[in-house]
């Protein structure tokens, strides 16, 4: 369980130096850490990935992943602060070893240099927050009413296929990915966005939902998990959309918050899950 | 060479005997667990070791050993199938209860765990995990050699890495249509653009993160994996892409890029285990696309 502790209050000391340059990407960084209501954790992986975060911000670009892609699309709406889910380097901690002389390294940290981003990774704080508001902008996106706790929602009765096929066309990717009958009547899902990692997704299973719909999950973990339930004659089923389109709306639905936050200019930047089958 | 192959035909003999005379005193007595375990262990062309995933999961080393069935992964419909083909040692290349290291400490009141276990033990089954000495077979990991095989690849394999393949000079597209066709893969997905053209390629069959993953895509037109987590090395693809860099990542899923090495592992045991039957049982592509639904999965226990 993570550990609720109150915000930090600034204290307004009449002796404090006030304010007066521009805002910094560090300034806007602790004001979402502020404002987000996520609990204090001991250890994130959310940090400054690249970037000088004393730079002046111009512009707040949130994008599910520091991808080249998005990089750009910052760049050249003159935002200089990228809010990412996901890292931008290819890996959880964005770990550069061994990527020093890497051609798409350099091109992707020349990039952050000549247009002066900041890139930040809002991955935890942002799933802290109550509720979890990658689950929260999920089910905004899909039309679908907020449970009183927990990620489990009633939808009107259908079929595991047809739940699928209408997730399919909604993000504009054929090569969702289902475990289960088709057939299968379903009215209950678990929205679990991003990493469906193996504990989590097995209780989520072991659950009242019919089917969880995750972005990503390991082949030998829950993947296999559920089929063995199903092998069991469990009526249950999986669906992956993958990570980038699992966590897009929820990202969205950060941008929208930050607009709420600051009067700095936010803009969602997208980037396609890119895959053909 | 030559020693193996009497020793071999010896041994088929002997177990043509005990085929034409069951129950007879000429019936030798069947090999335990632990002694297949123990005829592996030298056979592997690498030492064996102890420390990585590979263990005796659940069962006895001391069962005596109707039958072997090799399989990609000890799923519940895996473990009926050998149930039902009378085999009751298997071998599985990737995890039965649901984590790289087969922990089941955290499973001890997980209600399917509960069921599984019972199960192999109702039937009298071991199951043995076999990942890392299997990928680390000399001179060529066990798995790659399989799914050479099963592509007709062998001719093509690189001199100086085993990995690596220079093929007949195709497109992306082509390429991928050689999955479809020779491992029946309906889930398969790509990053790259599908006119690529496509001479040499590196297959790491299975899980692959960004090292080695984005070496890999260095040193070839396209790189085969089985997974990718999408924000490592999948997003690396996707950052290739954008830069207009002609490489492309093709991901077959975890199962269907690594199965048929272990129906190489089959053939490799039986060589040596010549006494019962040995058969390799695939089992099926885990997912669906919603263009075209399927439901294979058994149902009944």
């Not at chain 1, 806007?28 to 987000?36: C, M, N, P, R």
């Not at chain 1, 699928?164 to 990717?173: K, N």
């Not at chain 2, 071991?126 to 890392?132: A, E, G, I, S």
């Not at chain 2, 790659?144 to 093509?156: I, L, P």
Request: net charge negative.
């Amino acid at each position: 369980m993570v550990e609720s502790k109150p915000a930090p209050v600034r204290p307004a000391s009449p002796f404090a130096p006030r304010h007066t340059g521009p805002i910094t990407a560090l300034q806007v960084i602790q004001l979402v850490l502020e404002k987000v209501g996520a609990g204090y954790r001991s250890s994130t992986i959310d940090h400054v990935s690249a970037g000088d975060p004393l730079t002046a911000v111009t512009g707040i670009a949130v994008t599910p992943i520091a991808s080249l892609a998005a990089l750009r699309r910052a760049a050249e709406r003159g935002h200089n602060l990228v809010v990412t889910y996901d890292p931008g380097f290819w890996s959880t901690s964005d770990n550069l070893d061994g990527l020093e002389d890497n051609a798409l390294f350099q091109m992707k940290r020349d990039l952050i240099r000549d247009r002066h981003l900041v890139v930040f990774n809002l991955h935890d704080h942002w799933r802290d927050r109550i509720p979890d508001g990658l689950v929260q902008g999920m089910a905004q996106a899909l039309g679908w009413t907020m449970p009183a706790e927990g990620a489990v929602f009633d939808i009107a009765p259908t079929s595991l296929l047809t739940l699928a096929r209408g997730l399919s066309i909604r993000i504009g990717d054929s090569t969702i990915r289902v475990v289960g009958d088709p057939r299968l009547a379903v009215s209950r899902v678990a929205l679990a966005p991003g990493n469906a990692a193996q504990m989590p997704t097995i209780a989520l299973l072991n659950g009242p939902a019919d089917v969880v719909l995750a972005g990503y999950c390991r082949e030998w973990e829950a993947v296999e998990y559920v089929q063995d339930m199903i092998a069991a004659g469990a009526r249950k089923a999986m669906i992956l959309l993958g990570e980038i389109a699992s966590v897009s709306p929820g990202m969205k639905a950060c941008a929208e918050w930050l607009k709420g936050v600051t009067d700095i200019p936010v803009t969602y930047v997208d980037t396609p899950p890119g895959y053909w089958s | 060479m030559h020693g193996k192959a009497w020793d071999r035909r010896g041994a088929i003999t002997a177990a043509g005997v005990v085929l034409a005379m069951p129950g007879t005193s000429l019936a030798v007595a069947p090999p335990t667990v632990q002694d297949v375990l123990d005829r592996m262990h030298g056979r592997t062309g690498a030492p064996w070791f102890t420390g990585g995933v590979d263990h005796i999961v659940t069962g006895s080393p001391d069962a005596p050993v109707a039958g072997i069935a090799t399989v990609m992964m000890a799923t519940f419909d895996a473990l009926k199938a050998a149930v039902a083909h009378r085999l009751n040692f298997v071998i599985t290349h990737e995890p039965t209860f649901w984590s790289h290291q087969d922990r089941t400490d955290q499973l001890q009141d997980d209600p399917l765990y509960r069921r599984k276990l019972t199960y192999i033990g109702d039937h009298g089954l071991t199951v043995f995990y076999f990942h890392d000495h299997w990928h680390g077979k000399k001179p060529i990991d066990g798995i790659n050699q399989g799914m050479t095989h099963k592509m007709g690849w062998q001719r093509y394999t690189d001199t100086d890495n085993s990995r690596a393949f220079n093929l007949p000079a195709t497109t992306l597209k082509g390429l991928v249509g050689q999955f479809r066709e020779k491992l029946g893969d309906r889930t398969l997905r790509v990053i790259g653009d599908p006119a690529l053209p496509v001479k040499r390629v590196i297959a790491s069959w299975g899980n692959c993160s960004s090292f080695p993953g984005i070496p890999y895509l260095d040193m070839a037109d396209v790189l085969i994996i089985g997974e990718a987590q999408d924000w490592d090395l999948i997003a690396y693809a996707n950052d290739l892409a954008a830069a207009g860099r002609p490489k492309a990542l093709v991901l077959l899923g975890h199962v269907l890029s690594e199965q048929w090495g272990m129906e190489y592992c089959a053939d490799w045991l039986r060589d040596f285990v010549p006494e019962v039957p040995v058969r390799f049982l695939p089992i099926t592509e885990p997912y669906w696309t919603p263009a075209a639904p399927v439901f294979e999965i058994g149902t009944k226990i």
